[in-house]
């Protein structure tokens, strides 16, 4: 089973006083196993942006910690910002990220507001997932009136807090706290200072759109219908929210965005359709900015819709997809974005793990015959498999950018895309086959004194056995599904080039054989014969497959380039 993974992103009234920040996030990383990711402050919206995760019950601590010392630090009676806020913690949300479902996320927010409401005396509102009552689970919603209007809004019958007194606590206002997917808050910046502008095109494409009117559309009267209630002409893009507003910081108007699910709208369409709606008002797009962290997909996303749009191949590298959707987003123009310190994916890394694939070329030559048994022959293997994969995928791009075959660039794309995705998963079984290893050396170092001792070292030793048995076998099998892709390199691809996806059926070639080493010989040490004999089998007819379609297809290039 996967390990639960909640990402918490609290936002705190406060954007102007390091100090009062250092202290609030102080205390979220005093609870051992929470990973503080991100501090976003913004002095015009005068409001933090912190980032956190860990295990659910750890990272429900750290935001106690956190909202009970926002509480004691910042008075909301003096405070101003252009962002709409109600309390010291504005909101509180809690993201699932692996291995936990939405309504398990949502219970553990509950019992977060709970907490909070009873022993800090603040005011909670549940919202998005975790909140029951639909009618008041949308966040703006809940906010309306703001902090400033809040002390008359919380006795109404309606507005009872989920949680907490039905009286504002002046000093740190009211708090509200969820569940909800990842919300993706992203600005758009406009070559003009003009907030009215700015509003105008955030009504143009947010899903809310704007309120109905008769003749003009600024000052003209609100139509209504049956019930009395203002008539909206909807915006342009689903699950977006947006408002416009003025950043002194930057001298520039922006169009403040929540992308709600960018699985509905995507980050790329959203600046898109910002930057033709801003051309129909005679403004322009000068760049945009990500405010917090951001999900690896929607930039990988991005890349490939971009790639698209200028008649390019899309199966290029995480880190190319990235370079390109960075550039045409213009993510850089207020600062530097740097992929491993914005993207949630790279934060959550354990940078104290060593990969091997972190190595340069000449560090893993040099670490390989270095005098210990990792990396081996699995390693290598996998890393010579990744090799061929990567000539083909080099075939299929070089093939979909050549002039003249304009109407095959999706053809090779799709190709160059399935290439990248083996080679991902060939990456991956680099590292994993030697920490395959490592498990059995580690297991071999178990105590054995007592019967107790000897058993345990022997089912973790039989666990890490078969582990180390199943990594080379899957392996051989990735390694297999690549033929398919190297074949069409060869009878369609680039002629130029058909050498380069020969060579990289024979790293295939090689990749499997040494592979099946490793099955075989990790295979014979099992005692669990059974298992040990399938997978001996499933890698023996592999191989023999494996091997003869390669030969057939090297016989095409043979005859191609004879002399």
Known sequence: MNKQIVECVPNFSEGNNPEIIRQITQAIESVEGVMLLHVDMGKATNRTVVTFAGEPAKVVEAAFLGISKAAELIDMRHHKGEHPRMGATDVCPLVPVSGIS????????????????????????????????????????????????????????EWKPDFGPAELPLKHGATVIGARDFLIAYNINLNTKSTRIANRIAFDVREAGRVK?????????????????????????????????????????????????????????????????????????????????????????????????????????????????????????????????RIIEYVLRDKSKKRLIDLTVKGFINETAADSPAPGGGSVSALCAALGVSLGAMVANLSADKRGWENKTEFFSNWAEKAQKIKEELMYLIDEDTNAFNAIMNALQMPKTTAEEKSARSAALESASIYATEIPLKTMQVAYSSIDMLEAMIVNGNPNSITDAGVGLLCIKTAVRGAYFNVLVNAKGLNTKDKAAAMANEAKALLKDNHSKIDAILQKVEEAIAF
Not at 132 to 149: A, D
Not at 295 to 319: C, F, M, N, T, W
């Open 102 to 157: 939405m309504e398990e996320c949502a219970d553990w927010s509950r019992k977060l507001g709970e907490k909070v409401g009873k022993e800090l005396g603040i005011p909670v509102y549940l919202y998005e997932e975790a909140q029951p009552n639909k009618s008041r689970s949308n966040l703006s919603v809940i906010r309306g009136g703001e902090y400033e209007g809040f002390a008359e809004k919380i006795k109404l019958p």
């Open 213 to 341: 009117r008769e003749g003009n559309p600024i000052t003209g009267k609100v139509v209504t219908d049956e019930n009395g209630e203002p008539v909206r002409i909807p915006g342009t893009l689903k699950a977006v929210k947006a408002i416009g507003w003025y950043i002194e910081e930057y001298g520039m108007a922006q169009i403040s965005m929540n992308l709600i699910n960018y699985k509905i709208t995507s980050v790329h369409k959203a600046f898109d359709e910002v930057c033709s709606k801003a051309d129909e008002r005679g403004v322009r797009v000068t760049g945009s900015e990500l405010v917090g962290l951001v999900p690896l997909q929607p930039l990988l996303d991005a890349g490939k819709h971009y790639l698209s749009k200028q008649g390019r191949s899309i199966g290029v590298s995480d880190e190319e997809l990235i370079e390109i959707a960075v550039q045409s987003l213009g993510l850089n123009q207020l600062g530097i974005f740097k992929p491993e310190e």
